[in-house]
């Protein structure tokens, strides 16, 4: 069982950035980010394999958003850049069981984290 806790959100103007971070209990495989807007389903965001040389991204973040993860602190992070207000959002970081693909639905994910807000003003 690997337990995920999130931290760094917060709330920033339009434009601005923030960085999540994602602290595993132990050794991970696929990281990944989805996050959930109120009154919408949950979304990818992004994604790392367990590496680090191999990653993928929601067409509406690329370019803005970059994942990245340090194994030794067995922690994943995510650099917001230019954000805007349609990033407004709950954080889930979550992780797969060993996999190869980096996965990008929900499904493929056996763990998550509780959620940090996020919030982006106009």
């Known amino acids: 069982q690997v337990q995920l806790v999130e931290s760094g959100g917060g709330l920033v103007q339009a434009g601005g950035s923030l960085r999540l971070s994602c602290a595993a209990s132990?050794?991970?495989?696929?990281m990944g980010w989805f996050r959930q807007a109120p009154v919408k389903e949950r979304e990818f965001v992004a994604a790392i394999n367990w590496s680090g040389g191999s990653t993928r991204y929601a067409d509406s973040v690329k370019g803005r958003l970059i994942i990245s993860r340090d194994n030794a602190k067995n922690t994943v992070y995510l650099q917001m850049n230019s954000l805007k207000p349609e990033d407004t959002a709950v954080y889930y970081c979550?992780?797969?069981?060993?996999?190869?693909?980096?996965?990008?639905?929900?499904?493929?994910?056996?763990?998550w984290g509780q959620g940090t807000q996020v919030t982006v003003s106009s």
């Open positions: 132990g050794r991970t495989y696929t």
């Open positions: 979550a992780a797969t069981r060993p996999r190869l693909n980096v996965a990008n639905t929900a499904d493929e994910y056996a763990y």
